[in-house]
T-cell receptor
Framework: DTAVSQTPKYLVTQMGNDKSIKCEQN?????MYWYKQDSKKFLKIMFS???????INETVPNRFSPKSPDKAHLNLHINSLELGDSAVYFC???????????FGPGTRLTVT | AQRVTQPEKLLSVFKGAPVELKCNYS??????LFWYVQYSRQRLQLLLR??SRESIKGFTADLNKGETSFHLKKPFAQEEDSAMYYC?????????????FGSGTRLLVRP
């Protein structure tokens, strides 16, 4: 299937832990994004990478570190997790010159 | 500042009734406007983009630059239309084409 995939789908962890979320797209897109959807369903951009280069960092705490090993992957590592990090994190991708973004299924992170 | 406003958090209608989900935007350049839909616990899917001017699942949206609006309409709502709807804006901001979302409107279509 051609798509944007994320692992894991659900992640439950304790405060203070470090965790990673992975995203992969096989659409041949060159730009990838991380969005956060909070408990009120509000969606906000966090990061964007274009051809493995960081182009957006929207005032996200530096506990969050994105990494793009290649154009098809964009991972999100979170250090010292806090209760407020509980949210659904969506990965998305886009092909240069096109505005449409394709979203992954989301990773529901719960910090206890 | 770039901003998308969806004034209604919840819109509840009966099946067969007309639906209008409101969206207003603020953007200094020429924006691209989109409607994304999120069915229960599913991924966001693109429903409409203004430039295509097409009707998807009976929904239409017209960009009104004078009123800076991009309202989503459907003449006869169906129960399967119940979902979260997001209006979003994109443009050549930071050369990133990032999406700026409104706060979303939950549409509930009652039988």
């Amino acid at each position: 299937d051609t798509a944007v995939s994320q692992t894991p789908k659900y992640l439950v962890t304790q405060m203070g832990n470090d965790k990673s979320i992975k995203c992969e797209q096989n659409l041949g897109h060159d730009t990838m994004y991380w969005y956060k959807q909070d408990s009120k369903k509000f969606l906000k951009i966090m990061f964007s990478y274009n051809n493995k280069e960081l182009i957006i960092n929207e005032t996200v705490p530096n506990r969050f570190s994105p990494k793009s090993p290649d154009k098809a992957h964009l991972n999100l590592h979170i250090n010292s997790l806090e209760l407020g990090d509980s949210a659904v994190y969506f990965c998305a991708s886009r092909l240069g010159g096109n505005y449409e973004q394709y979203f992954g299924p989301g990773t529901r992170l719960t910090v206890t | 500042a770039q901003r998308v406003t969806q004034p209604e958090k919840l819109l509840s209608v009966f099946k067969g009734a007309p639906v209008e989900l409101k969206c207003n935007y603020s953007y200094s350049g020429s924006p691209e406007l989109f409607w994304y839909v999120q069915y229960s616990r599913q991924r966001l899917q693109l429903l409409l983009r203004h430039i295509s001017r097409e009707s998807i699942k009976g929904f239409t949206a017209d960009l009104n630059k004078g009123e800076t609006s991009f309202h989503l309409k459907k003449p006869f709502a169906q129960e399967e239309d119940s979902a979260m709807y997001y209006c979003a804006l994109s443009g050549r901001m930071d050369s990133s084409y990032k999406l700026i979302f409104g706060s979303g409107t939950r549409l509930l279509v009652r039988p």
